[in-house]
């Protein structure tokens, strides 16, 4: 059945040869090999611009019927982004005071994270991701959304690329649970917090633990066939 499909042209593109578009992936894997998750943040300024323009880049993703089921909480006010970290690390001392399990906690050791979460309010923002369990149609109908954690999970990846891009180092943060930032941010319940991404620029002397500069070759993640 034709529900109203509208068709428009697809947007214009460049026609690359063969050896054009592997100088393009090979440059896009050059800037993304250079990206950290950061957790030593400068308190240094970001505009707002920048992450409204990276949070428009996210918004283009692609998502099931293209309901869209995301929404960026942006998070610059210091009052906030105290009451999110004081929330934050009281369910963070429950999972490193036993509720992780000794088998995860183990394995996270080389990272040297830890219950104190000081960057939550040194970094100029926060952005939490919510995922919309279901949308509504306009008139107040309840709609259904369609594979939510998969399309908020690209438009996260999205949003991370779009911030590197800019210069800006970033962190996906996910206490567990995260419950906290719906009445800390007044988002309502069909919303389910996704990822709280902290974001600013890397201080001066920010290190990363070496186990995560450790990826997986080419082998160990693809096959061809």
Not at 125 to 139: K, T, V
């Amino acid at each position: 059945m034709d529900y109203d499909y509208d068709p428009v042209p697809l947007p214009a593109r460049a026609d690359l040869s063969e050896a054009e578009a592997l100088t393009q992936c090979i440059d896009y894997l050059d800037v993304m090999s250079t990206r950290r998750t950061v957790r030593h943040f400068s308190d240094r300024p970001v505009d707002r611009q920048i992450i409204e323009t990276a949070v428009r880049a996210a918004g283009t993703a692609p998502s099931g019927a293209n309901h869209q089921p995301w929404h960026f909480a942006c998070v610059e006010d210091p009052e906030t982004k105290r009451a999110i970290r004081q929330a934050a690390e009281a369910e963070e001392r429950a999972f490193y005071g036993g509720k992780a399990g000794a088998t995860w906690l183990q394995d996270i050791g080389p990272l040297g994270t830890n219950a104190e979460k000081p960057f939550l309010e040194t970094a100029p923002w926060l952005i939490a991701i919510f995922a919309e369990r279901f949308g509504s149609d306009g008139q107040g109908n309840r709609r259904k959304n369609y594979y939510i954690s998969e399309s908020v999970g690209i438009a996260t990846g999205f949003l991370i690329t779009a911030l590197h891009k800019a210069g800006l180092a970033t962190l996906t943060h996910t206490p567990s649970p995260m419950k906290f930032l719906n009445p800390i941010l007044e988002r309502p319940d069909n919303e389910r917090p996704f990822i709280l991404m902290v974001v600013g620029y890397a201080a001066a002397d920010a290190r990363v633990p070496r186990a995560a500069t450790q990826k997986k070759a080419l082998e160990e993640i693809a096959s061809f066939h």
